[in-house]
């Protein structure tokens, strides 16, 4: 092993009154068979996996051949949106089949026009963040007046 130590010093005049030092420390060391050295292995990046909390405080409020939907979204800072689905049955929202997409990255409020008073129309709105992962979703209904 070689080992090599240097000092280089600043001297400033005398109104500064400093003196500034800078050190090099430098060591030469090979490896032998009984210690070679381990390649470093960063570590794996942490992968979010966990889904934000669903939607809280919606409100459907009917109006004349439409519905106003509100919420208010999860507190976890790595929310990005809403989404919202419709359908004629609850059971009709668990099948991409018989279910429309209403909107992709909703904002509060969105109003659902179009639809025919005294019918019965069924929402679920799923909360999902930056990397996608996706809450289990708030259903909800309503009939417009």
Not at 62 to 87: F, H, V
């Amino acid at each position: 092993m070689m080992r090599s130590f240097e000092k280089i010093c600043l001297i400033l005049p005398a109104a500064v009154l400093a003196v500034h030092c800078s050190y090099n420390n430098r060591v030469n060391a090979q490896d032998t068979p009984e210690a070679a050295s381990t390649p470093y292995t960063p570590p794996a990046p942490l992968v979010d996996t966990t889904p934000p909390a669903n939607v809280t405080s919606v409100l459907v409020t009917p109006g004349n051949q439409n519905l106003r939907i509100s919420w208010e979204a999860p507190p976890q800072g790595d929310y990005k949106a809403t989404r919202i689905y419709r359908a004629a049955s609850a059971a009709d929202l668990n099948s991409a089949a018989t279910r429309a997409l209403l909107c992709e990255n909703c904002s509060d409020p969105v109003t659902d026009a179009s639809l025919t008073n005294g019918q019965t129309y069924w929402y679920r709105l799923i909360a999902y963040d930056q990397t996608g992962n996706a809450a289990s979703g708030t259903t909800v209904s309503s009939v417009p007046v």
